[in-house]
């Protein structure tokens, strides 16, 4: 199983470049392109959000024009730039409104089994993970057999070092999720996030925490006590993770655009 995780691309209006410099919109033209270049072609595209700037239907409007180019089943989880009412109005097959309004999901077609967990505070930076959204965790953990899982979501269930970005980290119930997380830590082959914009890796009870470059801007690598929130030109990112049964989870970090090679090494 195959699987491009696209996170933060912040699609603005059109002409909008984010801080004069990101053509969000292209970078995500450009990044569908590079996954439909994939060989093997992925079995399912993950958006763990932050996919439009401000939430706006012009921004979806062309969010849904470049997930008609793909063939494969695409689902998505909310960022704290996006507004759920347009999600479920413009890209209904992607997401599922629970009891509550929030955006999470169960899907259990793919070997892998695959839940999305909504992390917003709808018109709030930082995340939270209510009292509503744990238990209903708890049950899709516990629906139906012991089968390999993967946990999506925006907010980073762990302190990335990045004190700018830490500081609109999940303010409540990252105590409960991270004794769920353990709980259930056999069945759960990683848990992958955005948000912070940069590739970063932790763990929760020995399970792969992956956070996703962006496919618009990295925020600058800024490990320093004093909190920044700047953004550098890096290439665009996004990640490619590939589940089988003999090699479990193994994950490719993928830039979206063309470099020269590949060269012979030998
Ligand atoms: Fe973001």
Known sequence: ?????????????????????????????????????????????????DLAENGKPEEYDFIVEQLKRLTCPVLAVPGNHDVREEMLGKIPQCVTAQEGGHLSFFEDRFPLRVIGLDTIVPGKVHGEICAQRLSWLRA?????????????????????????????????????????????????????????????????????????????????????????????????????????ERAGFVSHAAFVDEFPGPFPVL
């Not at 470049?17 to 292209?26: E, I, Q, T």
């Open 140 to 244: 899709a953990l516990a629906n139906g057999d012991a089968k390999p899982t993967l946990i999506a979501m925006h907010h980073p269930p762990f302190t990335t070092g990045l004190v700018g970005m830490d500081n609109y980290g999940i303010k409540n119930g990252l105590k409960e999720f991270k004794a769920i997380v353990t709980k259930h830590a056999e069945n759960i082959s990683a848990i992958v996030c955005g948000h912070a914009h940069r590739m970063i890796v932790a763990n929760i009870a020995g399970v792969p925490v992956l956070l996703a470059p962006a496919c618009s801007f990295p925020f600058e690598l800024d490990l320093g006590e004093k909190p920044s929130l700047n953004f550098v030109q890096e290439p665009p990112q996004f990640l490619v993770h590939t589940w089988s």
């Open 1 to 49: 199983m195959l699987i491009a995780q696209i996170t933060d691309m912040h699609v603005s209006k059109p002409g909008k470049l984010f801080g004069k410099h990101v053509d969000s919109r292209a970078n995500f033209e450009r990044c569908i392109s590079r996954v439909l270049s994939l060989n093997p072609k992925p079995d399912l595209v993950l958006l763990s959000g």
